[in-house]
């Protein structure tokens, strides 16, 4: 029995009747800052009660963040939370679990070494029986049609296996609203299937779900509502059953034509091959394989594009083109001098506790004997510094005391300054402020008309298309080479189309 | 750290509460503490033979062997058995100087130190190659050596070494020809100060102006940037680090019996590898302040003699303070670290 | 024959002791991710804390004041690597220096630079009635002092205690993979914590026997690495409260070795036999699949937002 009025329901529970607020949890306003990286700018999310609520949004839109906020796994620096419409500040995942709510994490937050009774109960208190605890899996899972034997080890399960598990664990919690970050990320489509087909049976039952995810077809297919953060910011919250898919797109790229090309690079004049890949694959650094038979050239003159979501094998594909990592498979030919600009610069290219000097002369290090001349490199330095406007004391200043974009400059600066045949910058622009951005994407553009092969991954389409000669998309690691449009792009890196 | 003056600021902040908290604690344990400080100023700087028989001759073994633990340190190698390696080339060294005491010096002195690096880098070998091949942690492989070390000179000393009595637990003396010769008539200071000295001038050319050195800093500094960037093999580049690092121990161990004692016995290391690393953090592994600490440890030591002869305050208050040195940087250090983020 | 083979068993078992008790504290530690190289000063310091309190109250306060010594000597090592986030190797190190260098000035200074034999009253051996006449294995599993009836209920305890409660779980997750433990509600930082200053009080236990059920005195330096011993233990026996016990005993026996040579009329120099333990640590390390068996996260400092 129920009755609706003014946002809250009435319900017959437990023997007695409830007032039940319409929205479960209703984020509002809500700042987010990293350093000098802005997460989230006034982000807002309202989920209804016994709805499907997708969240959508590019990489880097500030999805996790809002959701990791959700959960009381990081505070606010603005803006207001309320559960069930009342507020409430969390200060641990505990206190949102006692909440009444779940999460479901991307990068599964199990114990690899322990059964999966033992990771569901993990966090209880008192007397831990395995017996006890297997029973209650099992009819957990038939609760909820989730099956997974207790008694396994997790680091045995495989991924739509652990990921029920995790499921599990969340609603062993009693959660009534459950949030799944990018579920489908690492799924095959009939798991991804049999995970939807289960959430809607869930809404059904009364739960409440909020999916943050890419996929923009399936989201329209199962959820009631949809919302999509820009840029850290919420620009659309709408019931599913009026938007088509162009509207969405609209909405996460903030442009009206997407079909059209993005071009505003004059079209490039390409020269001779410099690096070529041919059914390259190569293993990450557990033993993983991340790349499978891979192939791509890569000519001077001209900036390749590559786009690829986290886990996709990006990673190792540059790191293949660059030299660093060697396949296992297949062949790589590269030129004698490779660039390359890591995404984690202040672990991988930049020794923080070294002067610029010192750094400028890590490149090529190990082709230097004998004897050091510190005054010739320092000046070498300057003039790098100079040309690409970095913006420091000195070349004797520490690497570490420089902001982000300088940094970046730098490093570009100084794997330009060898004229490298081939350059791979990996996010180069990542947590840049806007000025910095633009010399960097100019400085690799330089380089491209200089003459050297550029290969460019970004995790914003927004930088890399309006460079790219040629784009091409890395998915579940295999690499396709897809036309240079935004729509293309988009259902490439989902797996779409 | 953002300005390289903030390191040595670190440092000299450490030594300032140590003097400190080492005179509250004498204070605390009721001694007379101006006799005591007097007695320590004394016993490191009061007289010639103070500086150059105790304070300097103290100081020598902590510079070899700080030199050691720095490098190893720079390369991220953990180099905790500085003690053993130390123990190898001496134990070496007095067998080598045993058996060449007939030949000229100019000849069998530099084999008896050659013989003695060796000896120690080769101990040092082990625990490289246990880290190279099972990735066994140097810290305890370096450490159970020192014990295993120990054991090596007990039985030395007490067998194939032992003077011809078989009563003391000592070799015989060794023969001039492998004696390092005294700087100063009637003091204890001897040739190996200065070829310590000549070391850490030589090793600072090393780091800080050869490509090679570079490439040592870098692995210590930034392995992974110095891998990703420089493309330099940074296991290799420890590996020969750590055992080189042996070398220097080893030659400590040299020096101290060819230009000291002038034999082996047991506990001819009162700890020299362990100060060393208190020697080498408080210089921020720099070897040339290292010869400073080393010389700063030297007096601390020959003050603590003096301070327990005449003030009865235990020496091994000298172990005391060395540990808060290490614990005093490590703190400093992030405080600094914490105010900047 | 037998006679001799029995006291050798006996000797071994008593050697054993206080390397168990170290290494059991080092397995709880070891299990929350982290190595503690200040467990050789938690046992020096245990040991001068044993001979302060028995001098001071008998052998139980001894023992207590060891516990507590032991304690804050690993407590040091809490606040500097869970705090000023510092290199648990190199804070481990400074802990142990520090604790000899203090327990050797105590020493000197409150009982006399020449340490004249200062003894404190030693536990015998009581044999348990009935087990103690069982053959071979009677005498030397129980007749011992009653510290190792200790250990062996400590044994057991800490074994159900690891397997059968939640706080147990707790443990080994945070050793495994913080991030899970994180997001289950658990607190990894106090996990660790608290493992830290239960190995300390362990560690002090250990040096507790070494005084009160061994030697019968203090001397500088007494522990002679038991501390670095105790986390090869851990690592032969995988881990594991059963694996810990077999290779303190395998320890035990290898310590006791040069007796037996001795009374087979072998002379082989005795340096060899003290020896033998640090020689069988650095096998033990470089010959198990450390790796394979090891907690996930062992040795790896926390990340920032999981803590």
Redesign the interface.
């Known amino acids: 029995m129920a009755g609706h009025a003014r946002g809250c329901s009435v319900e017959f529970c437990g023997g007695a009747y409830r007032i039940v607020s319409d929205t479960t949890l209703a984020l509002r306003a809500i700042d987010k800052r990293f350093g000098a990286t802005t997460a989230l700018v006034t982000a807002s999310l309202t989920v209804r009660r016994g709805t499907l609520h997708a969240v959508l949004g590019e990489n880097g839109a500030g999805k996790t963040t809002l959701m990791r906020i959700a959960f009381g796994?990081?505070r606010p620096d603005a803006g207001t939370l309320a559960i069930d419409d009342r507020p409430v500040s969390l200060t641990?995942?505990?206190d949102a679990?006692q909440h009444g709510l779940g999460?479901v994490?991307q990068h599964f937050?199990?114990?690899?070494?322990?059964t999966t009774a033992?990771?569901i109960?993990?966090?209880?208190?008192?007397?831990?029986?395995a017996r006890e605890a297997a029973a209650r899996v099992r009819s957990l899972g038939e609760q909820t049609g989730l099956a997974v034997d207790p008694d396994a080890r997790v680091s045995s399960l495989g991924v739509g296996a652990q990921q029920r598990v995790e499921i599990l664990?969340a609603l062993a919690g009693n959660a009534r609203t459950l949030i799944l970050d990018e579920p489908t990320a690492v799924l095959t489509p009939r798991e991804t299937e049999e995970l939807f087909r289960w959430l809607r049976r869930y809404v059904a039952d009364g739960g409440t779900a909020v999916l943050v995810t890419h996929k923009l077809q399936e989201a329209l297919s199962i959820a009631d509502d949809v919302t999509v953060l820009r840029r850290g910011a919420n620009v659309l919250t709408a019931p599913a059953a009026g938007l088509q898919v162009d509207d969405l797109v609209r909405a996460l790229t903030g442009e009206d034509h997407a079909e059209q090309p993005l071009r505003a690079r004059a079209a490039a004049a390409r020269g001779a091959s410099v690096a070529r890949l041919v059914d390259a694959c190569a293993r990450d650094a557990r033993g993983v394989v991340r790349v499978q038979a891979a192939t791509i050239e890569c000519f001077a003159g001209e900036i390749v594009g590559i786009a690829g979501i986290e886990g996709s094998g990006v990673h190792e594909l540059l790191r293949l083109l660059a030299g660093?990592l060697t396949p296992f498979a297949g062949s790589a030919k590269l030129p004698t001098t490779v660039g390359?600009v890591?995404e984690d610069r202040q672990?991988?290219?930049?020794?923080?506790?070294?002067s610029l000097t010192?750094n400028f002369?890590?490149?090529?290090?190990?082709a230097?004997?004998?004897?050091?001349s510190?005054p010739a490199i320092a000046e070498q330095t300057g003039a790098a510094m100079r040309a690409h406007d970095v913006r420091a004391p000195s070349p004797a200043t520490?690497a570490?005391?420089l902001s982000g974009g300088n940094q970046q400059k730098f490093v570009l600066g100084r794997e330009l300054d060898a004229h490298p045949a081939l350059v791979v910058a990996e996010n180069p622009v990542r947590g840049l402020d806007h000025l910095a951005t633009e010399q960097v994407l100019r400085e690799l553009e330089h380089a491209a008309d200089a003459g050297s092969a550029v290969v460019l991954y970004s995790g914003d389409l927004d930088e890399l298309l309006p460079v790219a000669d040629r784009m091409f998309v890395m998915f579940a690691g295999r690499l396709r080479e897809v036309p240079v449009t935004r729509s293309a792009v988009a259902s490439a890196l989902v797996g779409a189309s | 750290m953002r300005r390289p003056g903030e390191r040595w600021a670190v440092s000299a902040a450490t030594l300032l509460v140590i003097v400190a908290a080492v005179s509250a604690i004498l204070i605390a344990g009721g001694y007379d503490t101006s006799r005591a400080l007097t007695a320590l100023w004394n016993g490191a700087f009061g007289s010639p033979y103070a500086v150059l028989s105790a304070t300097l001759v103290r100081a020598t073994p902590l510079l070899f062997v700080g030199l050691a633990v720095g490098l190893a340190f720079r390369a991220g190698v953990l180099n905790i058995g500085a003690e053993g390696q130390l123990l190898a080339g001496a134990t070496t060294a007095a067998a080598v100087g045993l058996f060449l005491g007939g030949f000229p010096r100019p000849l069998a002195l530099p084999v008896v130190l050659i013989a003695g690096a060796a000896a120690g880098s080769a101990w040092a070998g082990v625990a490289a190659w246990l880290k190279q091949q099972f990735g066994v942690l140097e810290v305890i492989s370096t450490l159970m050596l020192n014990f295993v070390a120990a054991y090596m000179v007990s039985w030395a000393v007490r067998g194939p070494l032992q003077e011809p009595t078989h009563v003391y637990p000592q070799t015989v003396e060794l023969a001039d020809a492998v004696r390092l010769p005294a700087l100063f008539a009637g003091h204890r200071l001897h040739l190996g100060f200065l070829l310590g000295l000549a070391l850490a001038v030589a090793l600072w050319w090393f780091l800080m102006h050869t490509a090679a050195g570079f490439r040592v800093r870098a692995v210590g500094a930034g392995a992974s940037a110095a891998r990703s960037a420089g493309g330099i093999n940074a296991a290799r580049t420890a590996t020969l680090v750590f055992v080189a690092s042996g070398a220097l121990a080893g030659l400590g161990g040299a020096s101290e019996v060819t230009g000291v004692t002038f034999s082996l016995y047991e506990g001819i290391s009162p700890g020299y590898g362990y100060s060393a690393i208190a020697v080498a953090l408080l210089a921020r592994l720099h070897p040339l302040a290292i010869v400073a600490t080393a010389l700063l440890f030297g007096a601390l030591e020959s003050g603590a003699s003096a301070m327990q002869r005449d003030a009865n305050v235990p020496s091994v208050i000298a172990t005391v303070i060395e540990a808060l040195v290490v614990l005093g940087v490590l703190a400093l250090d992030h405080a600094r670290a914490s105010r900047e983020s | 024959m037998a006679d001799t083979f029995g006291d050798f068993l006996q000797a071994s078992v008593r050697t054993a002791t206080p390397l168990a008790l170290a290494a059991y504290g080092e397995l709880v530690v070891e299990r929350a991710g982290i190595i503690n190289l200040g467990l050789e000063g938690a046992i020096i310091a245990g040991a001068f804390g044993a001979l302060v309190g028995a001098g001071a109250g008998g052998i139980g306060a001894g023992f207590a004041v060891a516990m507590i010594a032991g304690c804050a000597a690993t407590a040091v090592v809490a606040l500097v690597v869970l705090w000023l986030r510092a290199d648990a190797i190199i804070a481990g190190t400074a802990v142990t220096m520090l604790a000899l260098g203090l327990t050797g000035t105590l020493y000197r200074s409150l009982y006399g630079a020449q340490g004249a034999a200062l003894s404190v009253p030693t536990l015998s051996p009581q044999a348990l009635p009935l087990l103690a006449d069982v053959p071979w294995l009677g005498r030397a599993l129980f007749v011992q002092p009653v510290i190792t009836y200790a250990l062996y209920g400590l044994a057991a305890a800490l074994w159900w205690w690891m397997t059968r409660t939640h706080a147990g779980l707790a443990l080994r997750a945070v050793g495994e993979r913080p991030v899970a433990a994180f997001a289950a509600g658990i607190s990894p930082v106090r996990v660790q914590a608290l493992a830290l200053l239960f190995g300390g009080a362990m560690g002090g236990l250990a040096g507790g026997v070494l005084v009160l059920a061994q030697v019968g005195t203090f001397a500088e330096g007494m522990s002679s690495g038991r501390g670095f011993i105790a986390i090869a233990i851990v690592v032969l026996g995988r881990w594991s409260p059963l694996g810990v016990a077999a290779a303190a005993l395998l320890f035990g026996v290898a310590s006791q070795l040069q007796y037996v040579f001795q009374s087979l009329g072998w002379s082989v120099p005795y340096q060899l036999f003290l020896a033998l333990p640090y020689v069988l640590t650095l096998l033990a390390l470089a010959g198990t699949q450390r790796r394979a068996e090891a907690p996930a996260a062992l040795g790896k400092p926390l990340d920032d937002d999981t803590r």
Do not use: Y
């Open positions: 796994m990081l641990s995942s505990a679990m999460m994490h937050t199990l114990v690899p070494a322990m033992e990771n109960a993990l966090g209880g208190h008192g007397m831990f029986r664990k660093r390359f890591p672990r991988d290219a930049l020794v923080e506790e070294f010192e002369c890590l490149r090529g290090a190990t230097r004997t004998g004897r050091i510190w520490l570490g005391a």
